[in-house]
């Protein structure tokens, strides 16, 4: 059964360093998200991807943030700058349609130190 | 979206159904009931979902109520692997964004 893929699965960096997360989503799948989770809170949107373009953002995801599909397969969020607030299991989804239900992968926690 | 009204935690003995209620009295004619669950510090899985009409798969039944203000998930026969976080999510079908609330913990106990 076809599943999204997130690489690292654990990331520490430092702050103030920019970071990539990796994510490869369903092959036939045509919309792409970002979610994130803080140790014991809610799973929050970040961001959603179609077409080649930002379909919808929250407000967490400011100008430090930002997402590319810089090939078929691969699906990223970068943090420019990181914050020590920004360390949380960030999880990738898609969905093959915007009112389809949507396939989460298992996440990268991201440590900020 | 609509708002959802879970309860906080549920236990359920294994081998017995486990009946998850999700309250969304504010759901509007173009919204659907979608359930998720999160396995402890795992990505969320879909489950089902439905729109007016009960709705069942492998892995449960959804039944949403004839006014649609509410649904409860069954999970027929629960293992011990079905101990997770559960969320009952409404949703149109303009965006595609899932809004989590905190969901109900089951505990699915020998």
């Known amino acids: 059964e076809p599943e999204v893929t997130q690489t690292p699965s654990h990331q520490v960096t430092q702050m103030g360093q920019e970071v990539i997360l990796r994510c490869v989503p369903i092959s036939n799948h045509l919309y792409f998200y970002w979610y994130r989770q803080i140790l014991g809170q809610k799973v929050e949107f970040l961001v959603s991807?179609?077409?080649?373009?930002?379909?919808?953002k929250s407000e967490i995801f400011d100008d430090q943030f930002s997402v590319e599909r810089p090939d078929g397969s691969n699906f990223t969020l970068k943090i420019r700058s990181t914050k020590l607030e920004d360390s949380a299991m960030y999880f990738c989804a898609s969905s093959r349609q915007g009112d389809y239900e949507q396939y989460f992968g298992p996440g990268t926690r991201l440590t900020v130190t | 979206d609509a708002k959802t009204t879970q309860p906080t935690s549920m236990d359920c003995a294994e081998g017995r159904a486990a009946n998850l209620p999700c309250n969304h009295s504010?759901?509007?004619?173009?919204?659907?009931v979608y359930w998720y669950r999160q396995i402890h510090s795992q990505g969320p899985q879909y489950i089902i979902h439905g729109l007016k009409n009960n709705e069942t798969n492998e892995m449960a039944s959804l039944i949403i109520t004839e006014d649609r203000k509410s649904s409860t998930l069954i999970l027929p026969h629960a293992t011990l692997r079905d101990t997770a976080v559960y969320y009952c999510?409404?949703?149109?079908?303009?965006?595609?964004?899932?809004?989590f609330g905190q969901g109900t913990e089951l505990s699915v106990k020998p």
């Open positions: 999510i409404v949703k149109n079908n303009q965006g595609g964004k899932l809004i």
């Open positions: 504010t759901i509007s004619g173009n919204e659907y």
């Open positions: 991807f179609y077409n080649n373009e930002i379909s919808e």
